[in-house]
């Protein structure tokens, strides 16, 4: 296929530079969307007057051919083109002649693709949404079945207060929230300004009519500036940077998974569909799954900082670097997807162990504070009640035994204050239940969070309701 700038050149272009320049291999992703944009660009150039209706009427009916060839497979994509905007532009004038040359009349590939990045992100953007969605309908689901399984909170991973494994899962439900709210404010954004229109980086003087180009390709208006339309990738570093906090959220659930599926903790069980063995070890049940979330999650940290240093240096308006924006912004959607993908089918079969988180938070002194709290309630000074649940505490690890195990003398040889109800105070289930503070882990309160979380995500899914 030969290149779109004939004319002022005596040489066919290098071969090796040719290969070095293409980006069909990752631009052809965004075949539908290009054929989509220019259908925008020839109506509003045959309405306007700019080439002629009938024009306009064959290169649309020409591009919806190719649309549909292309669905069908009775087009293939010519992997020698420079990029999918050659590729359609070449395929419709070798169809339909010399309207098809018309097409790309007031415009230039520096707006062109601008404006299809911007459409195919906002599909895949949709779509990661709803991954996400599925995923906090997941993670509330299991956070129902565990409203009452105590486990031990944790601060620098040491046991510090009882939580259960229902608030820790709602936890990640809210980080998640973000997440979805994050891409919706990243979409909304990239859906709000269309470059069609820009030029090359300097507009145009036909007369186009760039309120109908945005406002058929389901944008708010057009952008404001044409140098700024064409060279402007803040849409793809938002997206990445919502994809890298979302991939970070996985990471730490992963990180706890692995954690929880380990023989020392053994709070948890994956099903083995989601867990791989060992060529080696016969004993082993690895959580791959999660280990390669972490892992995948510093290659989309390194999709965002592609992206933020490829842009840093551009003078305005478009230069060749721009064009690896694609595999970037590509690399960090698909990475993401395919973790949700498969992280919240291994969440949906995943086993918690409630006896195990049970006796784990029976170990760790997880209800000092509470006996802390105990004694302050009787008018010691926290301060002091602190101090003293301390050498209690201290107490127990030299003679093996725990606060709820100890009799009320050796509670009273520390302090008198001490009664019956200790036991009480310091009874796990007691502990958990008692922490009624809004936003805690009493099961009450972990009911309240999932319901508002599902109500949330009810308003999310009312609000695209068209889409999803
Ligand atoms: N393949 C190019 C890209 O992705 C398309 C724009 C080409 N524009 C240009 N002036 N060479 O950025």
Known sequence: ??????????????????DFNSSIRFDQRMAHQDITGSMAHAAML????????????????????????????????????????????????????????????????????????????????????????????????????????????????????????????????????RDLDRFEDALARMNSQCPLGSGALAGTTYPLDRQRTAAALGF?????????????????????????ICMMHLSRLSEEIILWSSWEFKFIEL?????????????????????LIRGKTGRVYGDLN?????????????????????????????????????????????????????????????????CADYLTKKGVPFRDAYKLTGSLVAHCIANGTTLEALPMETFKSFSPVFDEGVYEAIDLIRCTEGRASEGGPCAASVTKQ???????????????HAEV
Request: hydrophobic share 40%; aromatic share 4%; charged share 25%.
């Open 450 to 464: 999932i319901k508002q979380a599902g109500e949330q995500l009810a308003a999310w899914k009312e609000k695209h």
């Open 306 to 370: 592609t992206l933020l240093v490829m842009m840093k240096g551009l003078p305005l308006a478009y230069n060749k670097d721009m064009q690896e924006d694609k595999e970037a912004i590509f690399d960090a959607v698909d990475t993401l997807a395919l973790c949700l993908r498969t992280v919240t089918p291994m969440l949906d079969t995943m086993r918690t162990l409630p006896e195990n988180m049970r006796a784990a938070a029976a170990k760790g002194f997880i209800n000092a504070t509470d």
């Open 271 to 291: 099903d083995d569909a989601f867990t791989t063995g060992s060529s080696i070890m016969p004993q082993k049940k690895n959580p791959d799954v999660t280990e």
């Open 220 to 244: 708010d208006g057009p952008c404001p500036n044409s140098l700024d339309g064409v060279s402007d990738r803040d849409f793809c570093i938002e997206l990445a940077g919502a994809i890298s």
């Open 1 to 18: 296929m030969a290149q779109l700038w004939q004319g002022r050149f005596s040489k066919a272009v290098d071969s090796r530079v040719n």
């Open 46 to 177: 045959g309405a306007q007057g700019i080439i002629s209706q009938k024009d306009a009427d064959e290169i649309l009916s020409g591009l919806e051919g190719i649309l549909n060839d292309l669905e069908s497979g009775a087009l293939a994509i010519d992997p020698e083109a420079e990029d999918i905007h050659t590729f359609v532009e070449q395929t419709l004038t070798a169809r339909i002649g010399d309207a098809g040359k018309r097409l790309h009349t007031g415009r230039s590939r520096n707006d062109q693709v601008a404006l299809d990045i911007r459409l195919t992100l906002r599909d895949m953007g949709r779509s990661l949404q709803q991954q996400l969605a599925e995923l906090v309908e997941t993670l509330c689901k299991k956070a129902a079945e565990n409203t009452a399984s105590v486990m031990p909170g944790y601060t620098h991973l040491q046991r510090a207060q009882p939580v259960t494994m229902g608030h820790q899962l709602m936890a990640y439900v809210w980080m998640l929230l």
